[in-house]
């Protein structure tokens, strides 16, 4: 991939396979291959889209570059070491995900101080105090006001508690998000402050991101390089920009001409981005203790 500046592959996917084996109903000797011989290759402040229709394999995908799921066959390597070399802590502190639903993904019975501090409880990390200020730094970073602080989920919005758990994710200051469709489960109007704040975010601490979704304004606006999926496999890696204006496999072109029928009026559906609309904008924050 051009214009890479030097930045090193941070995370990268050799040959990886996940076959899946029913177990149970009239087809349970049959075996799905989700992710069928994927290589690539993420570089530091990459954000790498994965797009692809429902059951294309992006979910596992992303589930085995956080070590969730393991390959059938091949190797996720982070910082050019296999993922089996990392222990759960040292992993938690370089990669973490954002995953879709802010609704199941938060315990209802703690508050929000505690859901976002509790990465640095589990690792052992800071003492009470310690972890109770980075909590509060961390809403100050995603943009929540402190009052909600003592809060449980069940108080706060859907596009609030996505930040929450964007601000869990952070706790532990990974260099890596995957994101699997972190805005599907909000309103429209709530989906563009989300991605970015996302998008600040990555200026904020150098982040990189693995962004799933079948929406494909989402994958235009935030990524610099799109992988099309398509039965498991990536049919098309490309830069986001070069993506859009001149799609090489059918498949891809296909699903760019879907996404345009679907608008109405034409153009690609769902959320409308201004970056500059004042109401995306976040006030600056300062740095963080702890970490
Ligand atoms: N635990 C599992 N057991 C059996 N089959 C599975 C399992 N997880 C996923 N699959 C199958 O693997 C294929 C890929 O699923 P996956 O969830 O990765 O796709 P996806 O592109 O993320 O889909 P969606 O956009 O609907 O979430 C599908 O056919 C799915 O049914």
Redesign the pocket.
Known sequence: MSGDGGRPVVLELRDVS?I????RGPFRRDT????DHVSLRVRQSDVLGIV????????????MMLGLLAPTSGDVLLDGKPLSDFSRRVLARRIQFVFQDPYSSLNPRRSIGSIIAQPLYIHGIGTRMEREKRARELLDVVGLPARVFDNAPGQLSGGQRQRVVIARALALNPKILVC??PTSALDVSVQAQILNLLLDLRTEFDLTYVM?S?NLNVIEHMTTEVAV?YL?RIVELAEAGSIFREAAHPYTKILLRSAMTIAPGGGIPDVHFDRNDPAYKRPATPPLSLL
């Open positions: 996940r899946f084996r029913m177990s799905i291959t989700a992710v692809g229709e429902s059951g294309s394999g992006k979910t596992t995908l992303s589930k699997d469709e799933v079948h999926m498991g």
